[in-house]
Structures are given as structure tokens and as C-alpha cells.
């Protein structure tokens, strides 16, 4: 399995509730992946959640990584470009 994160969009936000900003992705050059909320978690660092629909009484997943080895990949290529950004905004 060599699967690769090809393009990531950053939107930060003012935080609200620990969520911080939203993320978009495409995998391996071919899947567009959007609206995951990127979280500060309260020992530090950052966790993410995907998209759900609200039908009747339930919550229904829009999409979710079904793998450990997949959800670390977005995981730690969202998290890295999310650092990024906010050091350069920082530091500019």
C-alpha cells in the first residue's frame, strides 16, 4: 500500500471549541476529500473529523479513513501543512 496525500488546502478560522480550521485533500492525485475540521486536542497537538449528515436522528459519515495506516497518513500530512502555515503567519 503506497498511497499519498498529492495537494492540501489549509483554512484556518478563529478558534471556537477547539476547532481551529478546516482541511481539503486529494489523495493519490485522483480523490478530493473536504470539509475535515482540524481540532486542538487539550494536551496539545491536533486531531481531525470528517464530515457528517444529520438524517432523522442519526449521524451518518460522509467519508472516514477505515485503516490506521490511512487515517495517520491524512493525519500527519494535514497536521504538518496546518503548522506550517501558522508558523509562517506568525513569523510574517
Known amino acids: 500500500?503506497?498511497?499519498r496525500v498529492t495537494d492540501i488546502q489549509i483554512t484556518p478560522i478563529k478558534p471556537r471549541n477547539g476547532l481551529v480550521g478546516f482541511a481539503s485533500l486529494v489523495f493519490?492525485?485522483?480523490f478530493?476529500?473536504?470539509?475535515?475540521g482540524i481540532f486542538?486536542?487539550?494536551c496539545g497537538g491536533y486531531r481531525l473529523t470528517?464530515?457528517?449528515?444529520?438524517?432523522s436522528n442519526d449521524n451518518l459519515h460522509v467519508f472516514h479513513p477505515i485503516n490506521k495506516?490511512?487515517?495517520?497518513l491524512i493525519?500527519?500530512?494535514i497536521v504538518a501543512k496546518?503548522?506550517?502555515l501558522i508558523t509562517d503567519a506568525y513569523q510574517g
Open 82 to 84: 496546518f503548522e506550517t
Open 50 to 55: 470528517y464530515p457528517t449528515r444529520k438524517i
Open 1 to 3: 500500500m503506497n498511497h
Open 75 to 77: 493525519e500527519n500530512a
Open 40 to 42: 486542538t486536542r487539550p
Open 32 to 36: 478530493y476529500l473536504g470539509s475535515i
Open 28 to 30: 493519490d492525485n485522483c
Open 69 to 72: 495506516i490511512v487515517a495517520e
